[in-house]
């Protein structure tokens, strides 16, 4: 059976293209810094939001046309696996990622779930040995059922945590078997919604000894994929203890785990912390945690995570900036963890969506790495602290001085003389690099 007859495989024709199923700035053969992008973006297929979403929202039911809605169960979760492979050929996709339950339906017991899962995971297995995508990361949702109403690893309830690490070692018995190259945490309900009735030290002590676990298991069977966390503010705990990047790296470092993990960045969830998807990237980076990142968009309209498909050309620049300057992603990817819009329920929909994404990083790509080149911003910065350089602040960085002397060469200095910091200027030269880059143009 063919799940999306209308549409052949998305090649690249270029920006003058007028065809909706084709790539106007992804060619995944051309070279960016070295690497074809296709190996720089390492784009990535979230299976919930593609295979499962059915557009449903907290005011109305599903409204999503797909070819599968029939069936149930196992009958349901087969043909998703189909259609997904279909659908990962078509977008010439290396990389998926899924949840435990996106792929097959949870049973009365834990040990039913794993008899599901068993078959389904058998089935993705084949269509793997013939199928260029690989599976970039899955991981277990412990969040829907009512189960995880007060968390997984830092429920109050000792058979949820032990229900929850159950799940996850399938889950890394998993991901070894399909030759995920990451493992993701995602504490969906690892937070409280008050502190009225939470006893929050052992809850984080709880998801620290949950954590070393799920590493100690990890080497027992010899599956060395990376472990990332995948921050979020809230939504839907009133506040979740994988905050942010800060908060993040501040729990591992505590609980001696910066060896063993890094992260997974969500652009929407950095916007909901209250940051942009570049400063959480740039402190990730700045710190050597840098894994993987979650494409996608919020809207600046709404209070809450709308998992838009990116396409805010501004911020996939700055994103594939900082992407650059950590070398890539290394066995990370570009997921994009984004679904299309309620009133857009055709699943020609889900092509013209992803093109948009891909042709969004794409762009950002090209366009970082020209900055990078011509050294646009690099030069800016080393001038505007080039002070500490020479003299004092040479000192200062080199440990050469003390309070006494800091004191001694402050307490006669003339009126300080401090430089613009020249924001729009530089704003405005990115507009250009964008605007020119898109257009082929030679900045």
């Known amino acids: 059976m063919t799940y999306f007859p209308n549409v052949n495989q998305i090649k690249f024709e270029g920006s003058d293209s007028n065809n909706p199923f084709a790539f106007k700035y992804y060619n995944p053969e051309e070279i960016v810094g070295g690497q074809s992008m296709k190996e720089y973006l390492r784009y990535s297929i979230a ?13 109305g039911v599903g409204t999503a046309l797909r070819p599968w809605n029939h069936l149930t169960g196992l009958d349901l979760a087969k043909a998703r696996v189909e259609a997904a492979f279909e659908f990962f050929e078509k977008m010439n996709a290396p990389f998926f990622c899924f949840h435990d339950v996106d792929v097959a339906p949870e049973g009365s017991t834990l040990r039913e779930t794993n008899k599901n899962l068993d078959v389904i995971i058998s089935m993705i297995k084949e269509y793997m040995k013939t199928s260029n995508t690989k599976l970039l990361w899955n991981t ?37 078997e399909l030759g995920a190259e990451n493992y993701v945490f995602w504490g969906g309900r690892e937070g409280y919604e008050t502190l009225l009735n939470t006893d929050m030290g052992l809850e984080l002590d709880n998801l620290a000894r949950f954590f070393h676990l799920a590493v100690d298991y990890a080497k027992e069977i010899g599956f060395d994929a990376p472990f990332l966390i995948e921050p979020k503010p809230k939504e839907p705990s009133t506040h979740q203890y994988d905050f942010d990047v800060a908060t993040g790296l501040a729990f591992l470092q505590k609980y001696d785990l910066t060896d063993s993990f890094k992260f997974n ?48 050309l501004y911020t996939t620049t700055l994103a594939m900036y900082e992407i650059i300057k950590n070398g890539g992603l290394g066995k990370g990817g570009l997921n994009f963890d984004a679904k299309v819009r309620r009133g857009s329920f055709d699943t020609d ?41 020479q003299g004092i602040g040479l000192d200062i960085v080199e440990g050469k001085t003390d309070l006494h002397k800091l004191e001694a060469y402050a307490l006669d200095l003339p009126e300080i003389q401090n430089k613009s910091g020249r924001q729009e200027l530089l704003k405005a030269t990115i507009n250009r690099y964008i605007l020119n880059v898109s257009a082929g143009v030679t900045v």
């Open 47 to 59: 299976y919930w939001h593609t295979f499962t979403g059915d557009g449903s929202d907290p005011f």
């Open 140 to 176: 277990a949702n412990m969040f829907s059922n009512p189960r995880y109403v007060h968390g997984a690893a830092t429920s109050c309830n000792a058979d949820v945590f032990a229900y929850s690490a159950a799940k996850v070692k399938k889950g890394l018995e998993v991901g070894k």
């Open 265 to 312: 960045i969500e652009a929407n969830h950095a916007t909901l912390a209250g940051h942009t998807f570049e400063h959480e990237l740039h402190l990730a980076r700045i710190n050597g945690m840098l894994g993987s990142v979650d494409a996608n968009q919020g809207n600046t309209l709404l209070g809450w995570d709308t998992d838009e498909f990116p396409t805010d």
């Open 349 to 389: 929909d889900l092509f013209h969506a992803h093109i948009a994404g891909m042709d969004s990083f794409a762009i950002g790509l090209k366009v970082a790495q020209k900055l990078i080149d011509d050294k646009v911003l690099d030069d800016f910065v080393a001038d505007r602290y080039s002070s500490f350089t």
